[in-house]
């Protein structure tokens, strides 16, 4: 997922920070942004709940 390196990035957080952020593990949070494995409703939820102001229709548009 580009557009999820691309945030990561723009927030200025590594990858180990941004898992930290979510509150998910370090593994888990690559392989959603490697697109080897899709966002489950939860990391969906975390995400939201952390960026609030964010488009979570991003996770269902991005290829």
Known sequence: MDWLKNF??????TISQMA???GV???LYEKVEYGDRNPSANFIKKFKDRFPDEDINIF???K
């Open 60 to 62: 269902f548009n991005s």
């Open 20 to 22: 930290i952020e979510l």
């Open 8 to 13: 990561r990035y723009k927030q200025n957080l």
């Open 25 to 27: 593990s370090k593994s």
